[in-house]
């Protein structure tokens, strides 16, 4: 079996290489751990270092091409993305467990993501400022940064990497990437497809490995300028930490995303998009719903249905066609989830699921059946703490005052969603969640490449936003100009 498995090299300074010590990990299939998905470089210090160094060296050549030129890299990198998608989908499904019709969907995303910056980008202009004197001309431009950090996590491993890969690109900064390690391959293939395309050397670097080993060289060292990073809150606190005074900070981190059900609620919707919200990517999604905020009134018809639609889910294998929920992304993950079950058995009451599946193909994956629990009090750590599993908590609340208040009841602040007809709720409910993302009538999850995506609270770094011209905003600095004559 070991034979067989293919080798992935990083990309530093335009080339294919392995990393210096010669060391590799293996990456494998969360579905059935029998497979092995790909061996890829451990890299150490001295990669990292030399792919700052390939980054630095090229990125005034890379600031000074023609925009029109690296947007065409970006949109030949979309066809290569697109041509591929079949082989690329089952890649990511393969590490990463998701279903493969929505590993295809990441990948076709991640394609358009390219194509939006490629656009975007050439629209990203200054301003000019009236001003007393005829002979002189205010404006300001915008400059690209430098040497950029990308860190991705793998729960989106194209998706994500793909909306800091493309905005950093076409505003003319180099980059250094590196992939999670418990879904690299994706990534890789992003790296491959700009390579394809024609990206410079050293425009883009890869390097796969292990936070500790990689993880200080691209984010202490004095050449980047930037990192965007998506993760754990207490990764990316400590990242934090440690940067440069003069590196600029996007970091999107953890939630504990509220779904508020009203009592004028279309209920089959809102189990609907509790369902969507809690279980998709079973329950790995950072804006994932997974507080249920209910009024009395419809609490247990809510509830009931909310059983039987999850009783009637299909887990398996993200490569069968029909299956609702996968395996979780890593054993590490499945423990995490195991552990919350165990702490909302003590603290709350168990409806149904959050077993860990065993027999037949179960046998070799990170399988759980998704649970919910009831009776839940917003203080309990299974309603404050990220679970990141397909886990419910059904949290009883008075009224709509009462349910603002305590969806508001958490360090985070990523996406929130209300299920109601009423004009005043929604109103109130738009100005007053703490959210960065505020859904009516929709799940929790899911945002557009052209619209801005962050958090509020411990969900992200204050600064700058993901995703739309937010994203390009990041990626350059402006310069004011006085020119006289
Ligand atoms: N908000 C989100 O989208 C995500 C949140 N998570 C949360 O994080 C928990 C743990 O998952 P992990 O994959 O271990 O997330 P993590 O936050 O440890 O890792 C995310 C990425 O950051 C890198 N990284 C971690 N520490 C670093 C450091 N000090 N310097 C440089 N790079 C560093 C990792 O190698 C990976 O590429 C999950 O249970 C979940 O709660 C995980 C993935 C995505
Ligand atoms: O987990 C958070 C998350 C999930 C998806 C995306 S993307 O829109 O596919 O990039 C972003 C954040």
């Not at 292990?210 to 930037?226: C, F, H, K, L, M």
């Not at 046998?363 to 679970?387: C, W």
């Given at each position: 079996?070991?034979?067989?498995?293919?080798?992935?090299?990083?990309?530093?300074?335009?080339?294919?290489?392995?990393?210096?010590?010669?060391?590799?990990?293996?990456?494998?299939?969360?579905?059935?751990?029998?497979?092995?998905?790909?061996?890829?470089?451990?890299?150490g210090p001295a990669d990292a270092e030399a792919a700052v160094q390939a980054a630095q060296k090229?990125?005034?050549?890379?600031?000074?091409?023609?925009?029109?030129?690296?947007?065409?890299?970006?949109?030949?990198?979309?066809?290569?993305?697109?041509?591929?998608?079949?082989?690329?989908?089952?890649?990511?499904?393969?590490?990463?467990?998701?279903?493969?019709?929505?590993?295809?969907?990441?990948?076709?995303?991640?394609?358009?993501?390219?194509?939006?910056?490629?656009?975007?980008?050439?629209?990203?202009?200054?301003?000019?400022?009236?001003?007393?004197?005829?002979?002189?001309?205010?404006?300001?431009?915008?400059?690209?940064l430098g040497v950029v950090t990308v860190i991705s996590p793998w729960n989106f491993p194209a998706?994500?990497?793909?909306?800091?890969?493309?905005?950093?690109?076409?505003?003319?900064?180099?980059?250094?990437?590196?992939?999670?390690?418990?879904?690299?391959?994706?990534?890789?293939?992003?790296?491959?497809?700009?390579?394809?395309?024609?990206?410079?050397?050293?425009?883009?670097?890869?390097?796969?490995?292990?936070?500790?080993?990689?993880?200080?060289?691209?984010?202490?060292?004095?050449?980047?300028?930037?990192?965007?990073?998506?993760?754990?809150?207490?990764?990316?606190?400590?990242?934090?930490?440690?940067?440069?005074?003069?590196?600029?900070?996007?970091?999107?981190?953890?939630?504990?995303?509220?779904?508020?059900?009203?009592?004028?609620?279309?209920?089959?919707?809102?189990?609907?998009?509790?369902?969507?919200?809690?279980?998709?990517?079973?329950?790995?999604?950072?804006?994932?719903?997974?507080?249920?905020?209910?009024?009395?009134?419809?609490?247990?018809?809510?509830?009931?249905?909310?059983?039987?639609?999850?009783?009637?889910?299909?887990?398996?294998?993200?490569?069968?066609?029909?299956?609702?929920?996968?395996?979780?992304?890593?054993?590490?993950?499945?423990?995490?989830?195991?552990?919350?079950?165990?702490?909302?058995?003590?603290?709350?009451?168990?409806?149904?699921?959050?077993?860990?599946?065993?027999?037949?193909?179960?046998?070799?994956?990170?399988?759980?059946?998704?649970?919910?629990?009831?009776?839940?009090?917003?203080?309990?750590?299974?309603?404050?703490?990220?679970?990141?599993?397909?886990?419910?908590?059904?949290?009883?609340?008075?009224?709509?005052?009462?349910?603002?208040?305590?969806?508001?009841?958490?360090?985070?602040?990523?996406?929130?969603?209300?299920?109601?007809?009423?004009?005043?709720?929604?109103?109130?409910?738009?100005?007053?969640?703490?959210?960065?993302?505020?859904?009516?009538?929709?799940?929790?999850?899911?945002?557009?490449?052209?619209?801005?995506?962050?958090?509020?609270?411990?969900?992200?770094?204050?600064?700058?936003?993901?995703?739309?011209?937010?994203?390009?905003?990041?990626?350059?600095?402006?310069?004011?100009?006085y020119r006289g004559i």
């Amino acid at each position: 079996m070991a034979d067989t498995v293919q080798t992935f090299l990083n990309y530093i300074n335009g080339a294919w290489v392995p990393c210096l010590l010669g060391s590799t990990f293996d990456n494998l299939n969360p579905a059935d751990t029998r497979d092995v998905v790909g061996r890829f470089q451990a890299s150490g210090p001295a990669d990292a270092e030399a792919a700052v160094q390939a980054a630095q060296k090229a990125f005034e050549g890379w600031r000074k091409l023609a925009i029109g030129k690296r947007a065409k890299i970006l949109n030949d990198a979309a066809s290569y993305l697109e041509k591929n998608v079949e082989q690329f989908a089952q890649e990511l499904t393969r590490e990463e467990g998701k279903q493969l019709n929505q590993a295809r969907d990441e990948f076709l995303r991640s394609a358009q993501t390219f194509r939006f910056y490629a656009t975007e980008g050439q629209t990203l202009g200054g301003e000019t400022y009236p001003q007393d004197d005829a002979n002189l001309h205010v404006f300001s431009h915008r400059e690209p940064l430098g040497v950029v950090t990308v860190i991705s996590p793998w729960n989106f491993p194209a998706s994500i990497p793909a909306r800091k890969l493309a905005p950093a690109l076409i505003t003319g900064n180099t980059v250094v990437f590196k992939p999670s390690s418990d879904a690299p391959l994706s990534g890789l293939r992003l790296v491959e497809a700009l390579e394809k395309a024609g990206v410079p050397a050293g425009v883009v670097n890869c390097v796969t490995g292990r936070a500790g080993e990689v993880g200080p060289v691209i984010t202490n060292s004095q050449a980047i300028r930037a990192i965007s990073f998506t993760g754990s809150t207490s990764a990316g606190t400590q990242i934090h930490r440690t940067v440069h005074l003069s590196t600029r900070l996007q970091m999107e981190l953890g939630g504990k995303n509220p779904l508020i059900v009203m009592e004028d609620a279309d209920l089959d919707l809102a189990v609907d998009l509790a369902i969507k919200g809690g279980f998709s990517l079973t329950g790995q999604a950072c804006t994932g719903t997974s507080r249920i905020l209910v009024v009395p009134s419809v609490k247990a018809a809510f509830t009931d249905k909310l059983l039987t639609r999850v009783s009637q889910l299909k887990i398996g294998n993200g490569m069968a066609p029909g299956m609702d929920l996968g395996p979780l992304a890593t054993e590490k993950q499945l423990q995490t989830v195991l552990n919350y079950i165990d702490i909302g058995k003590r603290e709350a009451r168990w409806l149904c699921g959050g077993e860990r599946l065993t027999g037949g193909e179960f046998d070799h994956g990170y399988y759980l059946s998704p649970a919910v629990f009831t009776d839940v009090k917003n203080s309990m750590r299974i309603a404050q703490e990220e679970i990141f599993g397909p886990v419910l908590a059904i949290i009883e609340v008075a009224d709509f005052d009462d349910a603002l208040r305590q969806a508001n009841d958490s360090q985070y602040g990523l996406s929130a969603s209300i299920v109601t007809m009423n004009p005043r709720y929604m109103h109130v409910f738009t100005n007053e969640i703490q959210s960065g993302t505020v859904k009516i009538n929709r799940t929790t999850t899911g945002n557009l490449v052209n619209a801005p995506f962050g958090g509020l609270k411990n969900s992200s770094t204050s600064t700058f936003r993901e995703s739309g011209r937010a994203g390009l905003e990041f990626f350059t600095q402006i310069k004011t100009v006085y020119r006289g004559i």
